[in-house]
DNA sequence: GAAGTAATGTCAATTATTTGACAGGTAATT
DNA sequence: AATTACCTGTCAAATAATTGACATTACTTC
């Protein structure tokens, strides 16, 4: 009886979903300037997209704006946020205490954001208890009642890609049904768990071909 | 005389750049397991995508494989290494020794990819001298002569964004043509220069949205 | 409070990307 | 040597994303 038609959920495309942090990230500046009000116009000069795009992004997700007016900056920024779900905490675990794991938990912006590092895990016992922003490094038999017991979701991984994929079934096993992955392999899971890569060396290979891409086409030599 | 038409060059679309790097990755993992061959549709059932898509994405450059046969494994990784770049040298500089700065100097898997780290920047007097993986941090006035001197082709910028657009224009001004930018910022280069953005929380924000609205269709309480 | 101006939300047109289909070659098999 | 099965490169169709245009509404000014 509760239960409406469940068909209308409009599928929004990844294409704006990718942008919304990018959108979300002007606003904040915008507030932290002082400014009160602003017109897809003026974004879009900005950010450097089409005001259209702007405009048709922000609707799929309902009217935001006043015509005459424009977008009431504090006001977007804080429903963006409710989009991307930064109102609800999230609590994470990083697998891989290595050098970029560690960088990911020291890095504090992440908890503004109410993104909360709850339990670091390693499988190299030379770590186990070893503080990280004062959690100790666990050995992972403990990771999966870690997980079930302090409401967990989602998972960085942080390891080398020959144990990742191992590691994802686990977790999933564990009852994760949210990866952020950094290793450098694709994760095999279920539809109902979500994944996203942050494959660090495919973002400098692209890097590397815009740079070639520009020199063959300016000639410049090596 | 030597200059041909300069239009030869067909523009290839981000779409399929993006694309690039996962294909050497699948490739390079085909070649460690000693596959020899394999046609676009056995990859497309590995890599999950559409044997057409494939088919399309490589022909951009070329056509590589053989009627009959398929690919071969080890020719289309080392061509497709050659597209990305990877054939040549890049000197790249870190600006910002911070955790993440150094897990990247660290992260030795770049190495055997051609991307090579050459010195390490910071404006932290406190860590001036201070070794990372051999190198020592150099104070920031030191860094624009360094990247002249020794043929930096990309600097890494891991630090904070308040400082970042500043960094960003310094390092044009000395030159350089190419920023990995991990600075929760978008910079401000002319167009000859070319950024490719690892904003790293832009990706959390991007999981955090999944996980929503995976919630909401489902029905999952928070 | 009326007139003018600004700026949204939305529809339609355009452009880009992805998918499907198949002709024509290549290799394997008999 | 002929036949069959395989698989690419490419073209055309289908789908998706972006842009432009404008009717409509709200704000601002006089």
Redesign the interface.
Known sequence: ME?KE?KE?KE?SQAV??R???Y??YLG?LKDEGVERISSQELSER?KVTASQIRQDLNNFGGFGQQGYGYNVEYLHVEIGK????D?E?RMVLIGA???G???V??T??EK?S?LFKGIFDNNPALYGKLIRNFPVMPMEEMCDFVRENQI??AVIAIPKEGAVKVAEQLVNCGI??I?NFS???LNVPE?V?V?N?????????????????N???GVK?
Not at 83 to 86: A, F, K, T, V, Y
Request: no cysteine.
């Open positions: 239960k469940t959920i929004i979903i990718g919304l942090p990018r979300f990230r500046d950010m989009i991307l779900g930064l609800t999230h290595g050098n970029l560690q960088a990911l020291n890095y912006n992440f954001r993104f979701d989602i049904k949210a952020w450098h392999v694709d109902d979500q996203e942050a494959h660090l060396s495919d973002s400098l290979m692209k890097l590397s071909y815009n740079i070639g891409r520009y063959k086409e300016n090596q």
